[in-house]
């Protein structure tokens, strides 16, 4: 069974850095094309970042391009979202998220695209 467990969320200033990793068990996790959404209690889930299997793409939308970087060791079976240049609006629960697809260049933006998710971590950015 696929376990994906998310950690390092946490209260932070306007402005602060805060870095999230993902651990993900049961699985072959260099198979797995991965991502980050984030949703809050009146938005549906979004699309934060994501990442190819070996690394080599990402993609961003631009509400956090520039800000963001997602990246993944997969030695470590880990996933990373440095998040820089925090703002309130990016107040939400945090998910990351296992893709098995594996056409285009392993970059998926869907919530559909995604097959196992984690429980999520709290990211809350005061004013």
């Known amino acids: 069974q696929v376990q994906l467990v998310e950690s390092g969320g946490g209260l932070v200033q306007t402005g602060g850095s805060l870095r999230l990793s993902c651990v993900v068990s049961g699985g072959t996790f260099s198979s797995y094309a991965m991502g980050w959404f984030r949703q809050t209690p009146v938005k549906e889930r979004e699309f934060v970042a994501c990442?190819?299997?070996?690394?080599?793409?990402?993609h961003y939308p631009d509400s956090v391009k520039g800000r963001f970087t997602i990246s993944r060791d997969n030695g470590k079976n880990t996933l990373y979202l440095q998040m820089n240049s925090l703002k309130p609006g990016d107040t939400a629960v945090y998910y990351c998220?296992?893709?098995?697809?594996?056409w285009g260049i392993g970059l998926y933006t869907g919530r559909s695209d995604y097959d196992y998710w984690g429980q999520g971590t709290q990211v809350t950015v005061s004013s």
């Open positions: 990442i190819s299997w070996s690394g080599d793409n990402t």
């Open positions: 998220a296992a893709s098995t697809r594996d």
